[in-house]
């Protein structure tokens, strides 16, 4: 049992009550306080600007890069629109168009889509939840510069004819024999922006179930914040095979480990399950985000509560979960047992029912309302028409006999664009008419938007619907041009000249949205009545997110507690003010929302920049097999991250615990459990783990696909070496978990000692592991390879954690870790008890299976 | 399928229609409920069950046994290696860029790749099935009525992917076997003065290194063999036709027409050209 | 509903207690779902792949299909007494009381274990329709 570290818990009374909510403000602290927030959470002007980590600055950034992504891989679809418009076109070359479509795909997938809904979710999360900031605003700050870095330079390759041209899929054996960079682009590129995708998920998740008003229990959460809550764990399970298909298939693209190369043991099927097990969920993560948009923008206009918030939270979790059922549909042709693909066809047909049931709780939620048409609703309106079209295609696509004749044929074009723009491209247009008077303060034009919606729903059909039919004809995808007379040619020119209108609409969509608009009159606060705690913002704006943290005990908080709108603006409720110069926000319990901690939250900073500069670098650098520059960047990246956390992290606060308002007090430091930087770690790792799943799911796999695998007379891991690492590992987890004990007990010299052996042992036994691997070649076959590879896993995993233990002792010796204030070293530990399992299981595999299989 | 569709597609727009814009007042709660119980799950359900079970049970059997005769196709960057394995036989008949069936009688198509994956279709007899490298897929194939269908590689497989296709010849079974003795013998000699020249070309340019003349000196295996290529429907997987300004505009123009494609172009004279066309032509 | 706070500790942690086993309560019909499709589908692959008894291994899921939907059926059971619609008659759950949000809970949890018992029926049925390792 650990000792409690002696922090204070909170004290006084919560919840508050009416009398002490009603007691007014007196005038002159009203003004004093909000003047002092106003200097705390002031944006830094002029150049500096870039330094911000506001989460309306980097949400803002985040938005409008991937926008500009979106329209330049919209621009190469009209060049693919016009490549195709007639038969035998010469416009562009096979190879051109070939990097067309490639970048077409991996830009609006990668570039746009799930990053418009992380820079969304950072945009709008916070102030839904009437939260400051999210708890981590450097870190969305980093993931921002890596994603416009990673996307600059994947995107970019297309300008220098050296992007990816294997398709958006990568399938080797096609993309691993690919000369030239392009595959490499693709690989590392995106490898960057999903690490930086999934530090976004970690945040959104810690920010939805720690960051929630007091108050605010899972029963009452706005929905979008379940919404975040569903993608932000299927991101976590969904990216981490992609990336551990990368590192294989990158491994394989550098040093020739044959891990898809059916000539030396490999297999292209393997990149295939973890491409799609990625891929599949991926359109939900997409999907979900943007009906949670219309999840809120429907209440408003149907002026009640939604109706069937319970349905609809089933319908997210459903969704979520049987989304991870259907990935084998995407390969029903590549001669799996019938069987098997009855698995996915069922599964692929129940995903119809919850996300029927979402449909079906808006309809009835309008039918109960009083409806009041606004524009946003007209693109919800146009998204549903679009989207309901693409689910009934998808549909029949489930079932396996159909889906052998329009599998990679024009109809799986049009369905994709239907499900893609229906539930993703207008229910987010549509959020940005609702939400833009939230993040600028101004109207967007109703006859503009009108104009752009009927231009894009008419050209989108007018593009799209004839291409079931180019597709029952018999047109295959991905072909750079056609012969003529196969009936294709007027349907092309059809679906030509309807791409040009979307990009009209388009056009007119993004002019309204850039054109100046200083001369517009102020806006009203809440234009729509909308009822959710956004709606609370501050006109004109303010950096500081909410005036006051409010206490939250509806829904709708804007409609049912009448009251809350002025308490908050007089700094009636929580945090409201900033005595100490600091940025706060309100951390609360998981699932009730009790206020627990206030939790100093990061400033603007150069840190985050360099970081993400260096972390580019070193993703980057081994395109053009640049290893020594990418080593010395990413040695920089961990000075500058470790800089960052030294700096800003778990910072032993002035005082243990603060007034917080209405009597409240509560302390300003956690550790452990009770802390978000553990969550933090706790969400990451559990990420890390199912990409170390992966690869542990690629042993088996080649193992059940191959009769010979391992192959006779294969060498294997050296027993001995093996055993002793596993016996490091769990010695540096004893130290490790000791040293977290013996400084919470005060004894700081034992810990220290712990806090150096534990460095010491945990990198004798990654030295053992690679050891027991060294004498085999992983270029001659695929066992040796992937011995090799979980190997290099744990090593580098272990090189991390050492980093960690280092981190602590410096931190024991320099006062910032003391058995009071310990956060780092339960951080660290938690991170060891996940590398400890992967490395433990690493080593059963290694020893164990030869005999075993 | 398709009308249930359509049916459902205005059913549930309608409504969504009919409740933001024509009857926008509030309706009791309880048809609220009943249209989120009705048609988020029991509808669904209901239709769902019987598409999946009626989807499962003509779920059709791709590696259904033959009637003998085996035909193995290799996708090649990109054209198609063709064998036919007749029942008993101890050695195949080698064609390219085209497949020839009995009407009537189920072959097996054993399918392989020797780079990158591909897809087999020939959409008017059955579904695609993919073809991968190291590993052989197959599909049986039963074809109803003879005529010339059109097949293709569906799966992308680099630069002339679109230009990865084939004509798949579904005959009565009495030509077919007539096709299939022809097809086995050696190629004919050039029959005129032009094509013999066309013939002495053929191997001073070094194309036997890549190309089979079944009963020539030429016995490249790279290419398609052409020992009957004049005799083909197309040329270059579905390219162009098999005539002699076909011929020569494909010898000297083979990047052009097959962006990426191995087979280098041909520098030729004009005469050049339609003499070693005429002896292509030629190879029935 | 707000005098009564500062609640003594041990209260608290047994009702967060609970309240943690109410939220796995809400993944524990999918998570049953997702064991069972895995299941499925990671033994038909193997038994195919290394020709083994696909009849035994098909009767012995179905039977896992059986035993998936009792589980399902229990979770949802219990789901459904702590909704206690069927005293409350609050089909919202929107208050903001300790009370609402268990009730919550149970309806979110009851509502998942239908659609994680289609799926499980849905996902059963190639096991039903479909013979060999065709």
Redesign the interface.
Same mark, same amino acid.
């Given at each position: 049992m650990t000792r409690p570290s002696g922090l204070p818990q909170p004290e006084g009374p919560y919840p508050p009550t009416d009398e002490m909510l009603a007691e007014p403000v007196p005038k002159d602290v009203q003004e004093a306080q909000a003047k002092r927030l106003r200097a705390a959470w002031e944006t830094p002007k002029g150049w500096r600007y870039v330094t911000a980590v506001n989460n309306t600055e980097v949400g803002k950034w985040y938005c409008l890069t991937a926008l500009v992504f979106m329209l330049l891989a919209g621009v190469m679809a009209l060049i693919i629109r016009l490549q195709l418009a007639v038969p035998e076109n010469d416009l562009v070359s096979a190879d051109r168009f070939n990097q067309l479509f490639t970048m077409h795909g991996s830009a609006m997938m990668f570039l746009f889509a799930v990053p418009m809904f992380e820079a969304v979710s950072i945009l709008l999360l916070p102030g839904m939840l009437g939260a400051r900031d999210m708890p981590f605003p450097r870190l969305s700050a980093f993931g921002y510069w890596c994603f416009l870095i990673g996307g600059v330079f994947v995107i970019g390759s297309i300008f220098f004819d050296a992007a990816p041209r294997a398709g958006w899929f990568m399938y080797p054996p096609l993309a691993t024999e690919d000369e030239g960079p392009g595959s490499d682009i693709w690989l590392l590129g995106l490898s960057f922006i999903e690490v930086a995708s999934i530090a976004a998920a970690v945040e959104l998740i810690v920010g939805t179930l720690k960051c929630r008003p007091p108050g605010m229990r899972v029963n009452i959460m706005p929905l979008y914040a379940w919404y975040v809550l569903v993608v932000g764990g299927m991101i976590l399970f969904a990216f981490p095979p992609l990336i551990a298909g990368d590192f294989l298939f990158e491994l394989e693209r550098s040093f020739d480990w044959p891990f898809f190369d059916p000539t030396r043991g490999g297999d292209p099927m393997l990149w295939q399950h973890l491409f799609w097990i990625f891929g599949h969920p991926e359109v939900y993560i997409i999907f979900l985000p943007s009906i949670a948009i219309a999840a809120m923008i429907i209440p408003t206009v149907a002026r009640r509560p939604i109706f069937g918030y319970s349905w609809i939270v089933l319908s997210a979790v459903g969704t979520g979960f049987l989304s991870f059922g259907l990935w084998v549909h995407h390969m029903f042709t590549t001669g799996l047992p019938s069987i098997s693909l009855g698995f996915f066809s069922a599964a692929s047909e129940a995903v119809v029912i919850p996300t029927g049931i979402q449909i079906f709780a808006f309809l009835a939620t309008l039918m109960a309302g009083r409806v009041k048409m606004t524009l946003p609703m007209l693109w919800i309106s146009g998204a549903l028409a679009i989207f309901t079209m693409g689910g009934l295609t998808g549909v029949m696509l489930a079932l396996a006999p159909f889906d052998f004749q329009a599998h990679d044929t024009y109809f799986i074009v049009a369905h994709l664009h239907y499900t893609l723009f229906g539930g993703m491209v207008f229910p987010v247009i549509a959020g940005v008419y609702y939400f833009f008077p939230f993040i600028q303060k101004r109207l967007m034009s109703d006859r503009l938007g009108k104009w752009a919606f009927w231009l894009t729903f008419s050209g989108f059909n007018l593009c799209f619907l004839p291409m079931h039919l180019t597709g029952l004809w018999g047109m295959p995808r991905r072909v750079y041009t056609y012969p003529g007379g196969l009936g294709w040619d007027w349907l092309n020119l059809i679906s030509t000249v309807g791409a040009f209108v979307i990009a009209a609409g388009f056009a007119t969509f993004v002019w309204d949205l850039i054109r100046p608009k200083h001369k517009q009159a102020q806006i009203p606060r809440n234009p729509w009545d909308g009822g959710t705690l956004e709606w609370t913002h501050d006109v004109p704006e303010e950096a500081w997110g909410v005036r006051s943290i409010p206490h939250v005990t509806t829904r709708y908080p804007l409609w049912d507690q009448p009251d809350m709108l002025a308490r908050l603006d007089a700094g009636r409720y929580y945090l409201p003010d900033a005595e100490e110069g600091k940025r706060e926000t309100l951390v609360t319990s998981v699932i009730d929302a009790e206020p627990v901690q206030v939790q100093r939250v990061t400033g603007p900073t150069w840190i985050t920049l360099w970081a993400a500069a260096f972390t580019g670098g070193a993703f980057i650098f081994p395109t053009f097999s640049w290893y020594t520059p990418a080593t010395i960047s990413g040695a920089l990246a961990i000075c500058c991250i470790i800089w960052w956390l030294w700096t800003a992290t778990a910072q032993v606060p002035e005082a243990d615990s603060k007034d917080v308002g209405l009597g409240l007090r509560l302390p300003t430091y956690s550790a452990g459990p009770a802390s978000v930087g553990w969550w933090a770690i706790w969400i990451t790792m559990l990420g890390d783990a199912t990409a170390f799943a992966s690869l542990v799911f690629g042993f088996f796999f080649y193992w059940t696909a191959s009769p010979d695998f391992p192959p006779d007379g294969a060498a294997h891991a050296v027993p001995g070496l093996i055993a002793l690492a596993a016996a490091a590992f769990a010695v540096n987890w004893g130290l490790t978990v000791g040293a977290r004990q013996l400084n919470r007990a005060g004894r700081v010299t034992p810990a220290r000692i712990c806090l150096v052996g534990a460095p010491l042992v945990a990198a004798a036994g990654a030295a053992a592991l690679i050891y027991a691997v060294v004498e085999l070649e992983p270029a001659s076959h695929v066992y040796p390879a992937i011995l090799w590879a979980l190997a290099i896993w744990i090593a580098v995993h272990s090189g991390a954690g050492v980093i960690m233990q280092v981190y602590c002792l410096a931190g024991s010796l320099f006062g910032k870790l003391t058995p009071r204030y310990d956060a780092d070293i339960w951080n660290v530990s938690l991170f060891w008890h996940f590398v400890t399992i992967s490395a433990l299981v690493t080593c059963a595999v290694l020893g164990l299976a030869p005999g075993a299989l | 399928m398709l009308g249930g569709a359509v049916v459902l597609w205005l059913l549930v727009n309608g409504a969504f229609y009919y409740l933001s814009r024509v009857r926008t007042g509030e309706f009791d709660q309880r048809y609220a409920r009943h249209i989120l119980i009705g048609g988020g799950i029991v509808l669904p359900v209901v239709v769902l069950t019987a598409l999946l079970v009626w989807g499962l049970s003509i779920l059709p059997d791709p590696r259904r046994p033959g009637d003998g005769l085996v035909v193995r196709v290799t996708g090649e960057q990109w054209w198609w290696r063709v064998e036919y394995w007749p029942e008993g036989a101890d050695a195949p008949v080698l064609t390219a860029n085209e497949i020839r069936l009995p009407v009537g009688q189920r072959t097996e198509i054993h399918l392989t790749s020797d780079k990158v994956i591909h897809s087999f279709w020939i959409p008017a007899l059955g579904g695609k099935m993919d073809m991968f490298p190291g590993r052989e897929t197959m599909i049986s194939l039963l074809p109803e009525k003879s005529g010339t269908y059109r097949g293709q590689c569906a799966e992308f497989c680099g630069a002339s992917h679109a230009w990865m296709a084939f004509a798949a010849v579904v005959m009565e079974p009495a030509d077919f076997d007539r096709w299939l003795a022809s097809e086995a013998a050696d190629a004919v000699p050039p029959s005129t003065d032009a094509a013999a020249r066309g013939e002495r070309l053929f191997r001073s340019e070094g194309c036997g290194a890549c190309h089979a003349v079944r009963g020539t000196e030429n016995i490249g295996q790279v290419g398609p063999d052409l020992t009957h290529v004049g005799s083909r429907q197309t040329l270059g997987a579905g390219r162009l036709k098999v005539t002699i300004d076909d011929l020569s505009t494909w010898i000297s123009h083979t990047d052009v027409l097959k962006p990426e494609v191995k087979m280098p172009t041909y520098d030729l004279e004009l005469d050049q050209l339609s003499d070693l066309a005429a002896y292509l032509e030629g190879l029935k | 509903?707000? #005098?009564e706070? /500062?609640p003594r500790r041990d209260e608290d942690q047994k009702e967060?207690a609970e #309240? /943690?086993a109410s *939220?796995f309560k809400?993944?524990l019909a999918?998570?049953i779902?997702?064991a069972h499709?895995a299941a499925?589908?990671g033994l038909?692959? $193997?038994t195919?792949?290394?020709g083994w008894d696909?009849d035994a291994v @098909?009767f012995g899921l179905l039977v896992a299909s059986g035993a998936a939907l009792c589980g399902i059926g229990w979770v949802g059971l219990t789901a459904w007494r702590q909704w206690n619609v069927a005293q409350t008659g609050d089909? $919202?759950?929107?208050?903001?009381r300790?009370e609402? @949000?268990h009730?919550? *809970?149970g309806?979110?949890a009851f *509502?998942?274990s239908? =659609?994680?018992l289609?799926?499980v029926v849905?996902?059963s049925?190639?096991?039903v *329709? =479909?013979?060999?390792? /065709?």
């Open positions: - | - | 509903m707000t #005098e706070h /500062q967060f #309240e /943690q *939220l809400i993944t999918p998570l779902w997702a499709f499925c589908y038909v692959a $193997v195919c792949a290394k696909i @098909r089909f $919202v759950n929107r208050g903001g300790a609402d @949000r009730h919550f *809970l309806h979110a *509502l998942l239908i =659609i994680s289609i799926g849905f996902v049925l190639p096991l *329709l =479909i013979g060999g390792c /065709q």
